[in-house]
């Protein structure tokens, strides 16, 4: 199975950088999702990360190391609109069926 | 326009009743998927369907019975609901060879179901 943790809530200045971290634990593994879920809304994706490094997309960026099984969400200039639930989502290996497997998700408040 | 449309949006329904959701999407996509999200916003899933046959099944009730008629609907039938299955439930579909490529799921805007 797998087992993925998340820090439960985070907080942040409007302008600032954040980074929100994800470990995984899994018996196989192809990739790693990142997705943004506004309150009452679907989640949405953001980035996938298949190889180790560091992947840049605008004001956010996604690493991932393989070996440690670890990844974070990187947010710079942050925007009252970045408050939201960041969820990773482990893509295994076994499991068939495309099963993403969730962490419990990093509630972010941007403040002023 | 809506990539991936669920119906109800909100579903408030007494103990014992049975209820459905509906989805549909229009990606083209091969695989569709049901998710439940507790009050924590765990998401975990609960079945899967390619080309309308089941491949996911995990431990849920089987209260809970998934229908596929086609490739671009999946719905979900409810028995007997109870407090418990008070939830968001969110659609989600994908391509099923080329997940990470094509940008993972695309879900619903979610069904929040309320048993009272």
């Known amino acids: 199975g797998q087992n993925i943790d998340q820090p439960t809530e985070m907080t942040a200045t409007e302008g600032a950088i954040v980074q929100i971290n994800c470990t995984y634990q899994?018996?196989?593994?192809?990739?790693l999702f990142w997705y943004q879920q506004h309150a009452g809304e679907a989640p949405t994706f953001l980035s996938y990360?298949?190889?180790?490094g560091l992947e840049e997309k605008g004001r956010f960026s996604s690493f991932l190391s393989r070996s440690k099984g670890y990844s974070y969400l990187l947010l710079k200039e942050l925007q009252m609109k970045d408050s939201a639930s960041y969820l990773c989502?482990?893509?295994?290996?076994?499991?068939?069926?495309?099963?993403?497997?969730f962490g419990t998700g990093t509630q972010l408040k941007v403040e002023l | 326009d809506t990539a991936v449309s669920q119906t109800p949006k909100y579903l408030v329904t007494q103990m014992g009743n049975d209820k459905s959701i509906k989805c549909e999407q229009n990606?083209?996509?091969?695989?569709m998927y049901w998710y439940k999200q507790d009050s924590k916003k765990f998401l975990k899933i609960m079945f899967s369907?390619?080309?309308?046959?089941?491949?996911i099944n995990e431990t849920v009730p089987n209260r809970f019975s998934p229908k596929s008629p086609d490739k671009a609907h999946l719905n979900l039938h409810i028995n007997s609901l109870e407090l418990g299955d008070s939830a968001v439930y969110f659609c989600?579909?994908?391509?099923?060879?080329?997940?990470?490529?094509?940008?993972?799921?695309?879900f619903g805007s979610g069904t929040r179901l309320t048993v009272v």
């Open positions: 989600a579909s994908s391509q099923m060879r080329i997940l990470g490529a094509s940008g993972g799921y695309t």
């Open positions: 369907y390619n080309n309308k046959e089941l491949i």
């Open positions: 990606l083209g996509h091969d695989t």
């Open positions: 989502a482990v893509y295994p290996l076994t499991g068939g069926g495309n099963k993403l497997t």
């Open positions: 990360n298949v190889l180790d």
């Open positions: 899994t018996s196989g593994f192809n990739g």
